[in-house]
């Protein structure tokens, strides 16, 4: 998804978006729209020319600057004191483009900060054509050029950045919205996801999307410390409070430092101590506080030298310091975020709750979003890409002529109701046999979770069984109460093969509840909250309205037992469709990858799912945990 660093090279296949000619007789006709939008040039022939930027730390071994590109920030200083002119495109690291093949050679210093930078622009030294473009999709196996659709997405995404937009990738943020609040003393920002497509029946594209990103706002860095307290307390990153109304401590504790070590580490903060504003970037916090912490050439410590240097008394002397690059250390009561920062690291249960929460929305609602985000995309850039480079985008959506089939058909004795499979009964039960005990393990305190409402919700379990008509003859062993830390212990001392685990409704730890299962017991995740939906209990307390038990909710939880029991819900018939999809024997496949972030030790969990009969109701599973080794590669084959 990132650009090149190097646009104008090889070459490289890209695979066009194509029409299909045969548009079919069955069905309902229909104008669909797409979310691609086409691109007018005002001559095909345009061309672009790439320059070289180099930006040399001399202080610096030759070595270690030849392939390197200093830091963002650094890099949009020295392009923005270089003043090119407004017709100039920048991808943040090594290349400029301009429409202009006139010569350059510049060479001079920019400082940024303490740091003069001796800075090079050279070229053209390469050149890319949209007529190349056009070229390649009228060719049968026409090979798309990479660098041109590269400079293209450049010269737009430099429109967003002269429209003062947040650029992350291709997605671009308007720094000036008023994003709602996030768990963690952070913003949901909304965006646009735009990329330049070539396609063979509309010409060259761009495809919009809307998009949405987690960003720091802003403020000070006792704020933000304040905030997530309860978080660095291991109460999970989307525990957080919101206005940080908790007092600050005196000190942190070791774990403390650990959690806003990987939460600041990479931020940009700005400190006004000096006679002028000073950007950093925060590398990490330091164990030491001000106060412990002694300036080896100076022989007093950090809280001394910043009240006989600049006449600083610090108000949090023993909180710990932040670091800054190099042997630069900074009192955290002196610095302030940067706003509209992206937040990188991995979200938590709550935090991906609430993020989808905030970003789900019904299709016409999406569309309009997206034929919204086409017309900013026009807004904003026009002015740059039509005056410089002769282009403009067209904010109606290309239309699309298509079918509406009749949809595959389940179970003779399902019906569908408002667009809803209503499945009152399942296609052959499991039966659970009485050699496979069910057991509950609670991770609540026993006053949140009373032996009343566990028996309600037994009672539950047999009266909707019997309805669904399956089969639990193994017994109920009695109810026990754990911590996370100790389920796994607490789960090999019990006789049950099957095991519901009750957790917090705001519990991170579905994650470790769910390696249970890697000796051999089937578990099944529940909330305190699904429980209480169940029974007909009114959770929220804001909400006076008397509760019904909602047994559809308890037909899934029933399913979901009978299905790892060996059991069949339902089964897919595909009569009436023109495909022929089980004539033969045919396996329906799933797989999905999580990759964790900041961390090489940590593995890649791979997962597939495989259907094993004739209508795709059961499957077989398998999960795999890939370590990135050097002399090992990260792949791995599961066998049946």
């Not at 005002?42 to 030759?62: E, G, H, M, R, T």
């Not at 056009?134 to 995404?157: E, F, H, Q, R």
């Not at 019904?362 to 904003?380: C, H, Q, R, T, Y």
């Not at 819900?569 to 990858?593: H, S, T």
Request: glycine share 8%; net charge positive.
């Amino acid at each position: 998804m990132q650009s090149s660093s190097s646009a104008c090279g090889t070459s490289a296949p890209r695979n066009l978006i194509i029409r299909k000619n045969a548009e079919g007789s069955q069905g309902r006709k229909v104008t669909l729209l797409s979310n691609n939008f086409r691109i007018n040039f005002k001559k095909q022939s345009l061309k672009i020319f790439q320059f070289d930027l180099a930006i040399v730390d001399p202080k610096k071994k030759s070595e270690e600057t030849a392939s390197s590109v200093p830091s963002k920030f650094v890099c949009d200083e020295v392009y923005q004191q270089l003043n090119l002119g407004p017709m100039w495109a920048y991808d943040g690291k090594k290349n400029l483009y301009s429409p202009s093949e006139e010569p350059l050679d510049i060479i001079r210093k920019c400082t940024v900060g303490r740091t003069t930078y001796d800075v090079t622009v050279k070229g053209p030294v390469a050149d890319t054509s949209i007529k190349d473009i056009y070229d390649a999709m009228k060719t049968v196996g026409g090979v798309i050029p990479i660098d041109a659709v590269n400079a293209l997405n450049i010269v737009l995404s430099q429109g967003f950045n002269n429209g003062s937009y947040v650029t992350i990738k291709r997605n671009f943020f308007n720094a000036d919205q008023r994003a709602p609040n996030f768990p963690g003393g952070l913003k949901l920002y909304s965006g646009i996801s735009a990329s330049i497509t070539p396609t063979k029946d509309f010409g060259i594209t761009i495809k919009v999307l809307k998009t949405h990103q987690v960003m720091y706002p802003g403020g000070t860095l006792l704020d933000f410390l304040k905030t997530n307290l309860e978080n660095s307390n291991g109460g999970g990153r989307g525990g957080g409070r919101q206005g940080g109304t908790r007092q600050l401590p005196r000190f942190l504790d070791n774990r403390q430092i650990r959690y806003f070590n990987g939460v600041l580490k990479g931020l940009k903060v700005e400190t006004k101590h000096l006679r002028y504003k000073r950007k950093y970037t925060i590398t990490g916090v330091h164990s030491g506080s001000a106060e412990s912490t002694t300036i080896e050439d100076l022989g007093i410590s950090v809280t001394q030298y910043f009240k006989g240097t600049y006449n600083k008394t610090l108000s949090y002397p023993d909180l710990p310091l932040v670091k800054a690059g190099g042997k630069t250390k900074l009192p955290m009561e002196l610095c302030t975020l940067l706003p509209n920062q992206p937040y990188f690291t991995s979200l938590d249960s709550a935090q991906q709750r609430d993020m989808i929460r905030k970003a789900c929305q019904k299709p016409d609602e999406k569309m309009g979003d997206i034929l919204n985000s086409a017309l900013e995309v026009s807004d904003v850039t026009s002015e740059f890409t039509q005056s410089s480079y002769g282009f403009e985008i067209n904010p109606k959506a290309i239309e699309l002529s298509g079918r509406v089939l009749a949809p595959p058909k389940m179970d003779p004795t399902n019906n569908v109701n408002r667009g809803a499979w209503t499945m009152s009964t399942v296609k052959s039960s499991g039966k659970i046999p009485a050699q496979v005990k069910l057991g509950f393990v609670c991770l609540l305190p026993q006053h949140r979770y009373s032996e009343d409402l566990h028996g309600q919700f037994l009672r539950y379990i047999d009266q909707q069984a019997k309805a669904l008509k399956i089969e639990i003859l193994g017994a109920r062993l009695p109810l026990r109460f754990s911590t996370i830390d100790r389920l796994e212990q607490t789960v090999k001392q019990m006789e049950s093969k099957y095991n519901f685990i009750i957790l917090d409704n705001n519990d991170s730890s579905y994650g470790k509840a769910k390696l249970t299962e890697l000796f051999e017991r089937r578990t099944q995740c529940i909330k305190l909250q699904t429980i209480q939906k169940i029974c007909g209990i009114n959770s929220n307390p804001r909400n006076s309205r008397p509760a019904r038990p909602d047994m559809n909710t308890m037909d899934n939880v029933l399913k979901k037992l009978n299905a790892k029991a060996g059991g069949v819900n339902f089964g897919i018939y595909v009569q009436g469709l023109p495909q022929k999809i089980f004539n033969e024997p045919v396996m329906i496949l799933g797989a999905d990858v999580t990759h964790f972030t900041r961390s090489d030790q940590k593995p890649s969990i791979a997962a597939v799912v495989a259907t094993c009969d004739p209508t795709a109701a059961k499957y077989i599973s398998r999960v795999k945990a890939l370590y990135q080794r050097a002399s090992e590669c990260p792949w791995s084959i599961l066998e049946t």
